[in-house]
């Protein structure tokens, strides 16, 4: 069982940058694949980035296009997002999900947090 507690989520200037961290309870944090989605009003959870457990692959989706950047501190239990050169388009909840085997692009993760909301004024 793992818990997931996402923070530093806030308002934002468009061109600014936040750092969300995720920080994970239970045993064995790096056993898991770790990863971040978002979700907008009215619109689908998307994939945002994922890393695998020792942090050695990444993945992001297209829209990210360099701008975010996902690592992880396995002796914290914590994986981090930073997010520069955010947009308003950006603004949504973000989460941070858990999975036991390889990182995956899609929703099929085992634990999930609460979210923290990012919003990206103009």
């Known amino acids: 069982q793992v818990q997931l507690v996402e923070s530093g989520g806030g308002l934002v200037q468009a061109g600014g940058s936040l750092r969300l961290s995720c920080a994970a309870s239970?045993?064995?944090?790096?056993?898991?694949?770790m990863g971040w989605f978002r979700q907008a009003p009215g619109k689908e959870r998307e994939f945002v980035a994922a890393?695998?457990?020792?942090?050695?692959?990444?993945y992001y989706g297209d829209f990210v296009k360099g701008r975010f950047t996902i690592s992880r501190d396995n002796a914290k239990n914590t994986v981090y997002l930073q997010m520069n050169s955010l947009k308003p388009e950006d603004t949504a909840v973000y989460y941070c999900?858990?999975?036991?085997?390889?990182?995956?692009?899609?929703?099929?993760?085992?634990?999930w947090g609460q979210g923290t909301q990012v919003t990206v004024s103009p």
């Open positions: 999900a858990a999975r036991l085997g390889p990182p995956l692009t899609t929703t099929a993760y085992d634990y």
């Open positions: 239970g045993r064995s944090f790096s056993a898991y694949a």
């Open positions: 890393i695998s457990r020792l942090g050695i692959s990444t």
